[in-house]
């Protein structure tokens, strides 16, 4: 047989990942937190030229018990990027804010109830959801960022495309960088904008996201500690069952990042804080066999930190979508009301 499939497996069997999680103590967790932190931020690659934020109101739109905000903010270099800020009526800045991170798609858009026209969208939600609308519902200031490559911040080349992935990631990889490097240190960039507007409790930010936007909260909530409570939908697996088994987009792949750790000991980098997984026991990209297998190494991280009640898993019966089932209510748990 002339086929590499054996090659494949032997690599993968030959590559022991160095920071793979073996701590016994709480004092081996923090050593290995802070090892495998700072290693994983070097691959994903700060993008340089940190800007300053400078928002300018774009629109602003009555949308009944919401406001629907769209702000510009500087990110890194020249690099700018339109968020959607959706601000409850009855707004309690103690209900916290949560960072709302699209998938594959048109983009912010649709995370908001709009088409890619900007148009109020009409009939099926798509498998997001609108769920963006679901958490402003629910009194939480929502942000919702348009991601690098899609939606406005796609390539002028690329207008009547899905996306501007493929392009922009090889140019990025082939300069040393990585789009999950630009599009978690921009989202990062929401948390300091959250922190500016001031209207948020600082210690009750969250983010949310799906499937790409899964990769995006994840990996964000891993690096950075202002991030108090995620959800993420439709990722959470092995990289060896997924991104590297199935077809998957680009964007995905940080060069070396099977040497240093599977996606389970990325994700425990968020431990102790709050973490919800949801997957669709039908999900075809994302085997649930493997979110099983996932899940039980991030019971263990959080076992050993006494934090498992932080820990959530809906398990619901569908493909790769959205559910909410837990997620909605579990935030309004995390943040109850302040007494005065």
């Known amino acids: 047989m002339w086929n590499p499939d054996q090659y494949l ?28 932190r700072e290693r994983f931020v070097a691959l994903l690659g700060v993008p340089e030229g940190r800007q300053e934020l400078a928002p300018v109101l774009l629109e602003s739109v009555d949308c009944g018990s919401y406001t629907r905000q769209r702000v510009s903010i500087h990110t890194f270099g020249p690099l700018t990027m339109p968020v959607y800020v959706l601000i ?50 629910r009194g939480h200031l929502t ?13 002028a080349a690329d207008a009547d495309k899905g996306d501007s992935c493929y392009r922009l990631s090889t140019n990025l990889l082939a300069m040393g960088q990585t789009m999950a490097g630009h599009r978690v240190f921009e989202t990062l960039r929401c948390v300091d904008y959250v922190l500016a507007r001031g209207d948020a409790a600082p210690d009750r930010i969250g983010c949310m996201g799906i499937s790409g936007g899964g990769l995006v909260a994840g ?16 990722f959470a697996n092995t990289f060896q069952a997924s991104i590297l088994s199935i077809f998957h987009c680009i964007d ?89």
């Open 88 to 137: 409850p009526k009855e707004y309690d800045r103690n209900r916290g804010a949560v960072i709302a991170l699209h998938g594959h798609g048109y983009g912010s858009r649709d995370l908001v109830g709009l088409n890619p026209d900007g148009s109020d969208k009409t009939g099926e939600a798509g498998y997001q959801r609108n769920f963006a609308l679901e958490l402003v519902r």
């Open 219 to 234: 990996f964000a909530a891993a690096i950075d500690e202002r991030l108090a409570a995620t959800v993420v939908s439709g």
């Open 9 to 36: 497996q032997h690599l993968y069997d030959s590559v022991k990942p160095a920071e793979s999680f073996k701590a016994r103590t709480t004092e081996e967790w923090k050593a290995w937190q802070e090892r495998l």
């Open 252 to 340: 995905n792949f940080i060069p070396g990042l099977s040497q240093l750790a599977e996606m389970p000991d990325v994700l425990g980098l968020i431990a102790p804080r709050p973490l919800l997984i949801e997957a669709g026991t039908k999900d075809p990209i994302f085997p649930l066999h493997a979110v099983d297998e996932a899940y039980d190494q991030l019971q263990a991280i959080y076992g050993l930190l006494d934090s498992e009640s932080l820990l959530a898993y809906d398990r619901f019966e569908g493909d790769h979508m959205i559910s909410g089932k837990l997620a909605y209510d579990w935030f309004a748990s995390l943040w109850p009301a302040r007494e005065a």
């Open 143 to 155: 942000i919702v960022p348009e991601l690098l490559g899609f939606g406005d911040r796609k390539l």
